[in-house]
T-cell receptor, first 111, second 118 residues
Framework: RKEVEQDPGPFNVPEGATVAFNCTYS??????FFWYRQDCRKEPKLLMS???SGNEDGRFTAQLNRASQYISLLIRDSKLSDSATYLC????????????FGQGTILTVHP | DTGVSQNPRHKITKRGQNVTFRCDPI?????LYWYRQTLGQGPEFLTY????????KSRLLSDRFSAERPKGSFSTLEIQRTEQGDSAMYLC????????????????FGPGTRLTVT
């Protein structure tokens, strides 16, 4: 079983749609959680950290359920510029430094 | 630009040659990380440093790979006797260490070095 598993995707949605990505992690001792965004042939960029209480940044909302070891990202009112690969990322557990990435989910927003 | 920088951005080499990549972290960051990413996959952890100390190495880091951070600032990643399977994007990231040297704060990535082994 992979340490971090994401929806396989790809997701292809029209502008203005709401889209949700899900992710599960296997190490119950994991302590920090993130969503990164990666554009084609570019480096991953931090989108947001994920907290147990849930957090929101504009059109983006992230949720964490520690009991179920489940992380989600909701994007409202999708823009063409949201097209990218979204990476679910986990830190901690057996390592303070290592980030463990999911495979990524490709999102394409079309006009 | 005060972000993470990496050089070279692209490297094409023949199988069996040695290559070295450089990473310059964000100046106030004391932790520096190396990852490798192949097409269609998320980045995979290779190793990380806190200041000049190498704190962790992945089992992915074979004995052909070596990383250094001699003065706690920039880092180099060397691959000896390259193989075609080494072709990948090599990403460097940096962060601050957490309180009491624990969990890292958010990691910020450089643009990567794309290695092609022919």
């Amino acid at each position: 079983r992979k340490e971090v598993e994401q929806d396989p995707g790809p997701f292809n949605v029209p502008e203005g749609a709401t889209v949700a990505f899900n992710c599960t992690y296997s190490n119950s001792a994991s302590q920090s959680f993130f969503w990164y965004r990666q554009d084609c042939r570019k480096e991953p960029k931090l989108l947001m950290s994920v907290y147990s209480s849930g957090n929101e940044d504009g059109r983006f909302t992230a949720q964490l359920n520690r009991a179920s070891q489940y992380i989600s990202l909701l994007i409202r009112d999708s823009k063409l510029s949201d097209s990218a690969t979204y990476l679910c990322v986990v830190n901690g557990g057996t390592s303070y430094g290592k980030l463990t990435f999911g495979q990524g989910t490709i999102l394409t927003v079309h006009p | 630009d005060t972000g993470v920088s990496q050089n070279p951005r692209h490297k094409i080499t023949k199988r069996g040659q040695n290559v070295t990549f450089r990473c310059d972290p964000i100046s106030e960051h004391n932790r520096l990380y190396w990852y490798r990413q192949t097409l269609g996959q998320g980045p995979e952890f290779l190793t990380y440093f806190q200041n000049e100390a190498q704190l962790e190495k992945s089992r992915l880091l074979s004995d052909r790979f070596s990383a250094e951070r001699p003065k706690g600032s920039f880092s180099t990643l060397e691959i000896q006797r390259t193989e075609q399977g080494d072709s990948a994007m090599y990403l460097c990231a940096s962060s601050l260490a957490g309180t009491s040297g624990g969990l890292s704060y958010e990691q910020y990535f450089g643009p990567g070095t794309r290695l092609t082994v022919t």
